[in-house]
């Protein structure tokens, strides 16, 4: 316990149980939410990460408490959020012997963690935590589990303090770039006709988001950011291109289809940002910034790969630009005339006719009437994600929560929470589909018990609304329609929440604007036009040339893209 | 883009951290990114705190690199060398039990002193033997025993040094002390 508040550990969100944490947690200096569900408070631990830049922190019952919050683990492993799991276990004499409530969680984690500790001895617990602490958070940043066994956390060995350093000796996260790579990376920026800068979510782990703003400055570079990377450059910056990949802006992509150089900084070229990888880059110079080696040449072929921490990657490569002479802006009239081509189509395009409530429309709505507040917004994982990711207004960082690598339902909620829990006076929305809301929709009561005044909006479409358009194509896929769903006004007012309905277009705009200005916790539940699509899509092992445009496809049963 | 080049075997040897669980990080991480294990060897170094892994793999450059990569990123694995670039010593080590009957018996023993094997059990109808060498002296030893029948076959998997530097050493006297050095001179000097 000391050895979390040395940590700086405020808040700890869990589920107690008998087997550890009844006595461990009942006299403690913490904020302890305790949530319904210990995946939920594992997401909310990723929310609450991701939102203030301080390491989440859960703490659960052993066996079912611990594997209750895999997907969340592997969540965070996948998104680089910095986590540490402090998960019970049963006495060190009695392990292995199968007794009630005992898993193996060490091994059951082991692939979804960047590390695991089983403790044996009260005494190493101070070093374990430190170095918990310090492997989830620096370098490539991930969840670390700690697992406790009772008579381990009981016994009371003396506090000989916390060590003052952490050193592992397998463990290096390199910071600084290689010199003559950045160089090299500077060179060949200084020369390119049509470049591109892509940014992902390592941005916003390095804190690195006013050195990447320097740099698009700088170079007047036209920029694209990752899914995972929204709010590193402001929506209304004038370089600013939107959002690339499956779901994308068209001229996004149209801009790493047909650029010299791309600058790729703090991604890991998912595939569904490249298509397929085979086609992927080959008419450009790839720079590629990582502080994990194992991301770089993994999918894509890099020709200079610069290992090292974002920031300071970016502060050396921005110097070195800096001394470059080329007038930037003028050079690059010709792309930028290129690009404004391209923006004549827009892919956003909707339009909000008839009765039925169109879905861009109601998350368009949202995004301009909460505009200025600032505010954390999260999603779920479906179509609703992807619109809101294409009409994304932010300006800044660590507002903006989704679930990208792993992309688990029910992600929305749970990282709502922890991010408010974290940040109390920011305004803290949920856009969250029907179907995801009802992965995780228990922990209304628990916004309610703590005062957590998330704002969720469903956008309800009755039913899996992204694999009904891929029923579409491949019409064998699993059914896709729910033909009962709760009544979420309803559902909201058991749980003591607030809730509203809006099923007309002409409701939306007072709608939401009644949930903002409602105290505490509302769900509203929009009802939207079920069969509308998402789009532009760039269907799966495709070239990221294929991208199918609004337009082309309204009402047909299959996307000329996808034949 | 991935290019295809051709697969190579590819023997890694690992220093890591002597600890439970660390075989089964680096063997759940090899199993994770689909690449196969031809052969895997593990025993404590001089320094009890640390255990050395020889693995052998299989795999085209890009691969290796991943491979390579992602054994540096589990943290307790310390360090990690590629042999296959080196000039490096491997062995394996096998017992093998083979059918001897009355008439292959001297020849079974011809071959095994050919190959430097020695026979560590023996009844009427089997000789039991203890052969160390590289891939290839090993594999030519099977081919032979093949035809009388092999009835049980155990594998230590390779292990693998790299030969010590050949360049003449400046000052003799200070290496006598160093008994690391003074132990892989005297590998390197086996044939």
Same mark, same amino acid.
């Given at each position: 316990?000391?050895?979390?508040?040395?940590?700086?550990?405020?808040?700890?969100?869990?589920?107690?149980?008998?087997?550890?944490?009844?006595?461990?947690?009942?006299?403690?200096?913490?904020?302890?939410?305790?949530?319904?569900?210990?995946?939920?408070?594992?997401?909310?631990?990723?929310?609450?990460?991701?939102?203030?830049?301080?390491?989440?922190?859960?703490?659960?019952?052993?066996?079912?408490?611990?594997?209750?919050?895999?997907?969340?683990?592997?969540?965070?492993?996948?998104?680089?959020?910095?986590?540490?799991?402090?998960?019970?276990?049963?006495?060190?004499?009695?392990?292995?012997?199968?007794?009630?409530?005992?898993?193996?969680?060490?091994?059951?984690?082991?692939?979804?963690?960047?590390?695991?500790?089983?403790?044996?001895? $009260?005494?190493?617990?101070?070093? %374990?935590? #430190?170095? !918990?602490?310090? *492997? +989830?958070?620096?370098? /490539? =940043?991930?969840?670390?589990?700690?697992?406790?066994?009772?008579?381990?956390?009981?016994?009371?060995?003396?506090?000989?303090?916390?060590?003052?350093?952490?050193?592992?000796?397998?463990?290096?996260?390199?910071? $600084?770039?290689?010199?003559?790579? %950045?160089? #090299?990376? !500077?060179?060949? *920026? +200084?020369?390119?006709? /049509? =470049?591109?800068?892509?940014?992902?979510?390592?941005?916003?782990?390095?804190?690195?988001?006013?050195?990447?703003?320097?740099?698009?400055?700088?170079?007047?570079?036209?920029?694209?950011?990752?899914?995972?990377?929204?709010?590193?450059?402001?929506?209304?910056?004038?370089?600013?291109?939107?959002?690339?990949?499956?779901?994308?802006?068209?001229?996004?992509?149209?801009?790493?289809?047909?650029?010299?150089?791309?600058?790729?900084?703090?991604?890991?070229?998912?595939?569904?940002?490249?298509?397929?990888?085979?086609?992927?880059?080959?008419?450009?110079?790839?720079?590629?910034?990582?502080?994990?080696?194992?991301?770089?040449?993994?999918?894509?072929?890099?020709?200079?790969?610069?290992?090292?921490?974002?920031?300071?990657?970016?502060?050396?490569?921005?110097?070195?630009?800096?001394?470059?002479?080329?007038?930037?802006?003028?050079?690059?009239?010709?792309?930028?005339?290129?690009?404004?081509?391209?923006?004549?189509?827009?892919?956003?395009?909707?339009?909000?006719?008839?009765?039925?409530?169109?879905?861009?429309?109601?998350?368009?709505?949202?995004?301009?009437?909460?505009?200025?507040?600032?505010?954390?917004?999260?999603?779920?994982?479906?179509?609703?994600?992807?619109?809101?990711?294409?009409?994304?207004?932010?300006?800044?960082?660590?507002?903006?929560?989704?679930?990208?690598?792993?992309?688990?339902?029910?992600?929305?909620?749970?990282?709502?929470?922890?991010?408010?829990?974290?940040?109390?006076?920011?305004?803290?929305?949920?856009?969250?589909?029907?179907?995801?809301?009802?992965?995780?929709?228990?922990?209304?009561?628990?916004?309610?018990?703590?005062?957590?005044?998330?704002?969720?909006?469903?956008?309800?479409?009755?039913?899996?609304?992204?694999?009904?358009?891929?029923?579409?194509?491949?019409?064998?896929?699993?059914?896709?329609?729910?033909?009962?769903?709760?009544?979420?006004?309803?559902?909201?007012?058991?749980?003591?929440?607030?809730?509203?309905?809006?099923?007309?277009?002409?409701?939306?705009?007072?709608?939401?604007?009644?949930?903002?200005?409602?105290?505490?916790?509302?769900?509203?539940?929009?009802?939207?036009?079920?069969?509308?699509?998402?789009?532009?899509?760039?269907?799966?092992?495709?070239?990221?040339?294929?991208?199918?445009?609004?337009?082309?496809?309204?009402?047909?049963?299959?996307?000329?893209?996808?034949? | 883009?991935?290019?295809?080049?051709?697969?190579?075997?590819?023997?890694?040897?690992?220093?890591?951290?002597?600890?439970?669980?660390?075989?089964?990080?680096?063997?759940?991480?090899?199993?994770?990114?689909?690449?196969?294990?031809?052969?895997?060897?593990?025993?404590?170094?001089?320094?009890?705190?640390?255990?050395?892994?020889?693995?052998?793999?299989?795999?085209?450059?890009?691969?290796?690199?991943?491979?390579?990569?992602?054994?540096?990123?589990?943290?307790?694995?310390?360090?990690?060398?590629?042999?296959?670039?080196?000039?490096?010593?491997?062995?394996?080590?096998?017992?093998?039990?083979?059918?001897?009957?009355?008439?292959?018996?001297?020849?079974?023993?011809?071959?095994?002193?050919?190959?430097?094997?020695?026979?560590?059990?023996?009844?009427?109808?089997?000789?039991?033997?203890?052969?160390?060498?590289?891939?290839?002296?090993?594999?030519?030893?099977?081919?032979?025993?093949?035809?009388?029948?092999?009835?049980?076959?155990?594998?230590?998997?390779?292990?693998?040094?790299?030969?010590?530097?050949?360049?003449?050493?400046?000052?003799?006297?200070?290496?006598?002390?160093?008994?690391?050095?003074?132990?892989?001179?005297?590998?390197?000097?086996?044939?």
């Amino acid at each position: 316990m000391k050895s979390l508040v040395d940590e700086g550990v405020t808040t700890i969100f869990g589920h107690p149980s008998g087997m550890i944490f009844s006595d461990a947690a009942s006299d403690h200096p913490f904020k302890y939410i305790l949530c319904r569900h210990e995946q939920v408070a594992a997401h909310a631990a990723e929310g609450y990460y991701k939102a203030t830049g301080r390491t989440g922190t859960v703490m659960v019952a052993s066996g079912p408490g611990a594997t209750n919050c895999v997907t969340a683990i592997t969540d965070a492993l996948v998104d680089s959020m910095a986590i540490v799991v402090l998960s019970g276990q049963v006495p060190v004499g009695v392990m292995g012997g199968d007794v009630a409530q005992e898993a193996d969680v060490v091994g059951t984690t082991r692939a979804c963690t960047k590390y695991n500790f089983l403790v044996l001895r $009260a005494e190493d617990i101070p070093r %374990i935590i #430190k170095e !918990a602490y310090y *492997i +989830a958070r620096s370098g /490539r =940043p991930g969840p670390v589990l700690v697992d406790l066994p009772r008579d381990v956390i009981l016994k009371h060995a003396a506090f000989k303090g916390d060590p003052k350093s952490v050193a592992i000796r397998g463990y290096h996260p390199q910071l $600084a770039g290689h010199p003559g790579q %950045i160089k #090299k990376a !500077a060179e060949l *920026i +200084a020369q390119a006709k /049509r =470049p591109v800068i892509f940014g992902g979510g390592g941005i916003i782990h390095a804190d690195a988001s006013e050195e990447f703003r320097e740099l698009v400055d700088i170079t007047q570079i036209p920029t694209t950011l990752s899914l995972m990377g929204l709010g590193t450059l402001p929506t209304d910056h004038p370089l600013w291109l939107g959002m690339l990949g499956m779901h994308g802006i068209y001229w996004a992509n149209m801009c790493m289809i047909h650029c010299d150089v791309m600058i790729a900084i703090g991604s890991r070229f998912d595939d569904r940002v490249t298509g397929r990888f085979s086609e992927f880059g080959q008419q450009c110079q790839i720079i590629h910034v990582n502080v994990d080696p194992t991301s770089i040449q993994k999918n894509v072929k890099v020709d200079v790969p610069i290992v090292g921490d974002v920031k300071c990657v970016l502060r050396e490569l921005n110097k070195a630009l800096q001394k470059v002479d080329r007038s930037w802006a003028s050079d690059l009239e010709g792309w930028y005339a290129q690009i404004e081509a391209w923006k004549k189509q827009d892919s956003r395009r909707y339009e909000q006719r008839g009765a039925t409530i169109k879905p861009q429309y109601a998350i368009d709505m949202i995004l301009r009437l909460t505009e200025e507040y600032d505010p954390i917004i999260s999603t779920g994982v479906g179509q609703h994600q992807m619109w809101t990711a294409q009409l994304y207004r932010g300006h800044h960082p660590r507002r903006w929560l989704t679930s990208g690598g792993l992309g688990t339902m029910g992600f929305g909620l749970p990282a709502a929470l922890g991010a408010q829990a974290g940040i109390p006076d920011r305004l803290v929305l949920n856009i969250d589909g029907d179907c995801s809301f009802q992965v995780t929709m228990q922990d209304l009561c628990t916004l309610v018990h703590y005062r957590l005044p998330v704002k969720t909006f469903v956008i309800n479409n009755k039913g899996l609304g992204m694999l009904r358009q891929w029923q579409r194509q491949y019409p064998s896929s699993p059914h896709a329609d729910l033909a009962h769903q709760p009544d979420f006004v309803k559902l909201a007012e058991a749980c003591g929440v607030g809730g509203i309905r809006i099923e007309r277009p002409e409701e939306v705009k007072a709608g939401i604007e009644k949930a903002i200005n409602t105290p505490g916790p509302v769900v509203v539940d929009i009802v939207v036009e079920r069969e509308e699509m998402c789009l532009p899509v760039m269907p799966t092992g495709v070239g990221t040339v294929d991208v199918v445009q609004v337009g082309e496809t309204a009402r047909d049963t299959s996307f000329p893209g996808w034949r | 883009m991935r290019e295809q080049a051709p697969a190579r075997r590819h023997i890694l040897t690992l220093l890591v951290e002597n600890r439970i669980g660390v075989l089964a990080r680096i063997a759940g991480l090899i199993a994770a990114k689909g690449y196969n294990i031809d052969s895997v060897s593990v025993g404590e170094t001089m320094d009890n705190s640390m255990s050395r892994v020889t693995l052998v793999v299989h795999g085209d450059d890009w691969v290796m690199e991943q491979v390579v990569k992602q054994l540096n990123r589990l943290i307790d694995v310390v360090k990690v060398v590629d042999l296959t670039e080196e000039d490096c010593i491997e062995r394996e080590m096998i017992l093998i039990r083979v059918n001897a009957e009355a008439p292959n018996r001297a020849e079974i023993l011809r071959i095994a002193d050919i190959f430097r094997a020695r026979v560590v059990d023996v009844t009427h109808r089997t000789y039991t033997l203890e052969v160390t060498g590289d891939e290839h002296k090993i594999q030519a030893l099977l081919d032979l025993f093949r035809p009388f029948g092999i009835k049980e076959l155990v594998r230590t998997g390779q292990i693998a040094i790299a030969r010590a530097s050949k360049a003449a050493p400046r000052k003799l006297e200070r290496e006598a002390g160093n008994e690391e050095q003074v132990e892989s001179k005297s590998t390197a000097g086996t044939p």
